[in-house]
């Protein structure tokens, strides 16, 4: 069940990066954080009606580092094509598995995740942009921290409830850039309703997801499923946008599927 979680919540959040980097042109990437922390704030805060009793200092740090990482990553992706901001990322989530894995076959998963993860990442020829590697990068420090973090707060109360307490947190860290980017634009109907869905599908479904997934399954192994995540990034470029994809890209997509299967059932 866990697993399942996971692979939902990273198919949810490839529509809502896609609807996010369009609203770069009219709030910047600031604003587009403050609308998807805020929106999904006010909405799980007026359907679960957390318990404030039920706050612990893991859940602040768990808003500010969800906040924060939200923050840097639309930063890169406002520099960077979406596949290489978020192979990028997952070197954070990388980085959690290989430090819970002991065995060597579970090191081998790890490295499978990781050579696919590379394949995907168009560094060949390619004009990078050193700031926004550089938000790429913090980006996947802070998605490391939130898995860690998130399965700590699982252990105090539901997934819905610890998302709403820690929500708040996240708004207030990325509010003073969501003003300056966006302004009085974040107001405008249509902007809203976009944000609307930037912050069902990118915050306030998938996290709930996720840190119901982290009270069923170990985080190394959580942090090994998040490689899904740049695949299902691919394939949806395939199904929705029609981008074929490359010999090379087809291996990475099957190294990536096969590390995720190892771990799941031959460990």
């Known amino acids: 069940m866990g697993i399942a979680l996971v692979v939902v919540a990273a198919s949810v959040v490839q529509i809502g990066a896609g609807v996010a980097k369009k609203l770069f042109a009219h709030v910047g990437p600031g604003g587009t954080v403050l609308l998807r922390c805020s929106l999904a704030a006010i909405v ?3 359907i679960v009606r957390p ?4 706050l612990r200092w893991p859940t602040v740090l768990f ?6 990482m939200n923050f840097s990553f639309y930063q890169a992706l406002d520099r960077l094509p979406l596949g290489l901001a978020v192979a990028i990322e997952f070197l954070g989530p990388l980085c959690v598995a290989m430090a819970g894995y002991r065995r060597a076959r579970d090191g081998l998963w790890v490295m499978c995740a990781a050579i696919g993860v590379a394949l995907l990442t168009p560094l060949t ?3 990078l942009d050193g700031v926004g590697i550089a938000f790429a990068l913090g980006a996947g420090a802070l998605w490391a921290a939130y898995i860690v973090l998130g399965e700590r707060v699982s252990r ?14 996240a708004v207030g860290v990325v509010a003073v850039f969501g003003v300056h980017d966006g302004g009085w634009t974040l107001f405008r109907p249509s902007v809203l309703a976009a944000g609307f869905v930037v912050a069902t599908c990118s915050a306030a479904i998938p996290y709930t997801l996720e ?3 982290l009270r069923r399954i170990p985080k190394a192994t959580f942090g090994l499923l998040m490689s899904l995540e740049p695949a299902i990034a691919a ?11 490359t010999p090379r890209e087809l291996a990475a997509i099957a190294l990536i599927l096969a590390a995720n299967a190892g771990s799941i059932f031959l460990t």
């Open 125 to 127: 020829g390619a004009h």
């Open 211 to 213: 840190i119901e997934a």
């Open 51 to 54: 318990r404030f009793s039920a």
């Open 63 to 68: 808003g500010l580092a969800t906040g924060l």
């Open 44 to 46: 799980l805060g007026l």
């Open 235 to 245: 394939a949806v470029g395939l199904v929705v946008l029609g981008e074929h994809l």
């Open 156 to 169: 105090v109360s539901s997934g819905p409830e610890a998302l709403a307490l820690s929500l708040p947190f």
